[in-house]
């Protein structure tokens, strides 16, 4: 009976949470279920408020819900492999990195606030897509093949007529070789992770409780 009533509160705290939002209380909800685990509202709105936060605008909540359950996908894979966890100096390289991509420190600060974001919740963003892109990275970096006539092509499509467009003389081959081997190799992890997900998605039941609009 006590264990009944523990399951009947989570699932209540689960679907009338609350939380601060711009001065008024926002309740919460279940935005999606994916095997045993589920997606919240809440969720969804902070991923959205990230993204406005470093793209400057965020994707509709559809979208953002399937990028959710995509890094449910990950993660999952990424626990069951007992893939450790990036050192803690990683993490603060990567959220300082993201923190010098905008003009000036008050820059940053006047984004992060009109997102309406803390800076614990940005660092825990950067260390989450940090653990994700490295178990990414870690699976299928050894998969992708990269040749000579595949950096040559890169260099002569892509290199040579960005560097005409800029009025600038493009690097030799030979100098932008290892940039452009490993420019290459992410799009390899790229393809490979979108493949390996449209097969996942196929194989965990997910039921969505968000409307066409995303609400």
Same mark, same amino acid.
């Given at each position: 009976?006590?264990?009944?009533?523990?399951?009947?509160?989570?699932?209540?705290?689960?679907?009338?949470?609350?939380?601060?939002?711009?001065?008024?209380?926002?309740?919460?909800?279940?935005?999606?279920?994916?095997?045993?685990?589920?997606?919240?509202?809440?969720?969804?709105?902070?991923?959205?408020?990230?993204?406005?936060?470093?793209?400057?605008?965020?994707?509709?909540?559809?979208?953002?819900?399937?990028?959710?359950?995509?890094?449910?996908?990950?993660?999952?894979?990424?626990?069951?492999?007992?893939?450790?966890?990036?050192?803690?100096?990683?993490?603060?390289?990567?959220?300082?990195?993201?923190?010098?991509?905008?003009?000036?420190?008050?820059?940053?600060?006047?984004?992060?606030?009109?997102?309406?974001?803390?800076?614990?919740?940005?660092?825990?963003?950067?260390?989450?897509?940090?653990?994700?892109?490295?178990?990414?990275?870690?699976?299928?970096?050894?998969?992708?093949?990269?040749?000579?006539?595949? #950096? *040559?092509?890169?260099?002569?499509?892509?290199?040579?007529?960005?560097?005409?467009?800029?009025?600038?003389?493009?690097?030799?081959?030979?100098?932008?070789?290892?940039?452009?081997?490993?420019?290459? #190799?992410?799009?390899?992890?790229? *393809?490979?992770?979108?493949?390996?997900?449209?097969?996942?998605?196929?194989?965990?039941?997910?039921?969505?409780?968000?409307?066409?609009?995303?609400?």
């Amino acid at each position: 009976m006590k264990t009944r009533l523990v399951i009947v509160v989570w699932v209540a705290m689960a679907l009338f949470a609350v939380r601060p939002a711009g001065g008024q209380r926002v309740i919460d909800r279940i935005a999606a279920r994916v095997d045993d685990d589920v997606i919240l509202l809440s969720d969804v709105r902070e991923l959205g408020e990230y993204q406005e936060l470093v793209d400057g605008r965020a994707e509709g909540n559809g979208q953002l819900l399937d990028r959710l359950v995509d890094q449910w996908i990950v993660r999952k894979e990424a626990e069951t492999a007992r893939f450790a966890h990036p050192p803690k100096e990683d993490v603060e390289q990567s959220w300082e990195r993201l923190k010098n991509s905008f003009a000036t420190p008050q820059d940053y600060e006047e984004r992060r606030k009109r997102a309406g974001l803390t800076d614990e919740e940005v660092r825990s963003f950067v260390e989450s897509q940090l653990y994700l892109n490295s178990y990414l990275d870690s699976r299928f970096r050894p998969l992708v093949r990269v040749d000579q006539k595949a #950096i *040559e092509d890169f260099y002569n499509n892509r290199v040579v007529p960005r560097a005409k467009e800029r009025g600038q003389a493009p690097p030799s081959i030979e100098d932008a070789r290892d940039t452009i081997r490993e420019a290459l #190799i992410q799009q390899g992890i790229t *393809e490979q992770t979108d493949r390996w997900l449209k097969e996942s998605r196929a194989r965990v039941q997910v039921q969505k409780f968000l409307d066409e609009n995303g609400q």
